[in-house]
């Protein structure tokens, strides 16, 4: 186990260090200390190495990761895991908003809760929540999985594209173009396999599927109301 | 025609309405039998204070000229200087604006970037990622960071020669975009992570910040990621240029992009190109201002767009401060879009050559705003991107003439002072003064 003292050599040394581990580094297990809060910590990895950031982060922790698995031991700022392509980014305490917004791959899970737009315009990120999430969560969703183990908030999945969201609790709304979706066999299984990888034990039966109702996605004047 | 009725009384003539023209009749007339708004591509049509009316007053007895093929009149540029480890240096200060692959094909792309490859200069891309083919002929491209992230991945960031995070553009301020299912070919789809033939809309605002204090942070996470190495810019539509530049400086931008609303779009609802934004004339001196104000002037680069078409144009855009400019739809029209050689094919579409706009149907006859393979193989790129050269080189001479008439030995020389307006608006607009006379428009007191 490496040790990196972010306060003592500062957010770019940390980067640097990291961003130099190749595929086949034999320094795999990473700590970040003292990360005080601090923005853009771990962000723009791409190595199969273990990062864990002992107290809570700033903006953008983990940002457009690749590969590598992000462990936070606290809270995450806004947008961390922001264009996640591959990996895996695991936060112990509360997620602010945008968590994993546009990511295209990965896992992010979340053993508290996540704020507002939570996997906005995701694009095959998958996102388990143990909690819940916030309002406009998975606004304009294209593609991946938002599993949420409590309740979602306002709107949830406005103008989603063919992301899906599972939910366990109540969602205070749908967004536009959302709709209640029957869960079939594969859809269960999606879910188990993505509570398995998340390390939670739920019982996938218990949640409902929403996705789009596909209303939208071509122009049409007659639903100028909805937009 | 009767002049007279029946009773001998003469006729009026028949008037057309200055308010109620044939134009906008037809806009109603359109509108009542859609139910649903204009959508087209291209910037402000109306007519607007622009560049032509400014005018050059050339040397004189206290200014002596230079000579023309003899004495040099440098045109480099140097972008990104202030926090870059590797700027953009830039043979020539005309660059070439972002524009989609999805709203252009993949070989009107390679054909951008071998002009300006060709001219020295730097392509940009745009809302829809990079592609390999444009990757591999452009050998300074600039990399858009756009709201909707479509295509976005970091091994392509950090294969760019700058990033440049797109706030706004001038031809729609908080608008965003959509690219009409027509136009979603099955690569197009890929890329962008969306099911083929549906409309894509892209988001007006960025996904994971707001406001200015989020963008010094999400700049600081961009230079982390790129390691420090290349430039980033701020583009911004014409909307509030002297804060706007202001933000964007204080978030740590290495450079502004500043757009009027003669700049094009792919697509975007008419009422909004014409209506929304300010013209390009307008917005350069309060940019200026801002970077004057915060001593960032030469420092931060200012890089000015919105319907620059001449080496007249990037002439006065630098006498006001610019450091470049940026040209998009000029670019098209040098490819060919718009050429009078498929008239007969803009008469079918219902239009005719120079005011074809309706890039996003993907039925462009020149084969540039299309994805139809068999308008898109009417486009050769290599030729494409010799025209495009060419347009830039003579850009280029004719600022050069200019600055030279001047007595600058550097386009970055132009200045104020050498120039008067033609209109009290244009004098005002770039607070130089009405030709013939000590008058700055709107500036109390001043005289030469």
Known sequence: MQTIDLTEIGLRETNKTLHAQSADTNQTAWEIVNPRGSHA??????????????GSTGYYCAGMNQQATVNIHGSAGPGTGENIMSGKI?????ASQYLGATGHGGLIVVKGNASSRCGISMKGVNIVVQGSVGHMSAFMGQSGNLVVCGDAGDALGDSCYEARFFVRGTVKSLGADCEKKEMRPEHIEILKGLLDEAGIDANPSEFTRYGSARNLYNFDVDNAGAY | MNRHDAKGIPHTTPRQSATFTQDINSDIRRAAATGIYDIRGGGAKRKVPSFDDLLFMGASISRYPLEGYREKCETSVTIGGLHAENPIELDIPITIAGMSFGALSGPAKEALGRGASAAGTSTTTGDGGMTPEERGHSTKLVYQY??????MNPDDLRKADAIEIVVGQGAKPGGGGMLLGQKISDRVAEMRNLPKGIDQRSACRHPDWTGPDDLEIKILELREITGWKVPIYVKVAGARPYYDTTLAIKAGADAVVLDGMQGGTAATQDVFIEHVGQPTLAIVRPAVQALQDLGMHRKV?????????????VAKAMALGADAVAIGTAALIALGDNDPKWESEYNALGTTAGAYDDWHEGQDPAGITTQDPELMARFDPIEGGRRLRNYLKVMTLEAQTIARACGKNHLHNLEPEDLVALTMEAAAMAKVPLAGTDWYPGKPNTSY
Request: proline share 5%; charged share 20%.
């Open chain 1, 41 to 54: 910590i771990a962000c723009g990895l791409d190595a199969p190495i273990e990062v864990t950031v002992k």
């Open chain 1, 90 to 94: 695991v936060i112990e305490g509360d």
């Open chain 2, 146 to 151: 756009l709201p909707s992230r479509y295509g």
């Open chain 2, 301 to 313: 680069q200012l890089i000015l767009s919105g319907g620059i078409r001449s080496g007249a144009d």
